[in-house]
Nanobody, 115 residues
């Protein structure tokens, strides 16, 4: 299993970013996908989750109404559209999948929200 995140960077408060996670090594369309984030000195927390066909999404309360998770099963890619970014959104963002009862992570992409 390989998960490769991209799209992070430095953005001003109120700005937007779109993260991507390219997946391989498993049947992408069969599994739910998740985005997590870890801020400096804090635990890794769930940000958003999407079911295998994309019909159901769930979000952390802190990002509801600002972030949108989506997926393209033809491209084996999951996305996280982040709008109205706040300094407290600064973190390394990770893609996650749990096929076969095991948890796999990408290396993460850093998002920094600062003026």
């Amino acid at each position: 299993v390989q998960l490769v995140e991209s799209g992070g960077g430095l953005v001003q408060p109120g700005g937007s970013l779109r993260l991507s996670c390219a997946a391989s090594g498993f049947t992408f369309s069969s599994y739910a996908m998740s985005w997590y984030r870890q801020a400096p000195g804090k635990e890794r927390d769930l940000v958003a989750r999407i079911t295998s066909a994309g019909g159901t999404t769930n979000y952390a309360d802190s990002v509801k109404g600002r972030f949108t998770i989506s997926r393209d099963n033809a491209k084996n890619t999951v996305y996280l559209q982040m709008n109205s970014l706040k300094p407290e959104d600064t973190a390394v963002y990770y893609c996650n999948v749990r096929p076969w009862g095991m948890s796999y992570w990408g290396k993460g992409t850093l998002v920094t929200v600062s003026s």
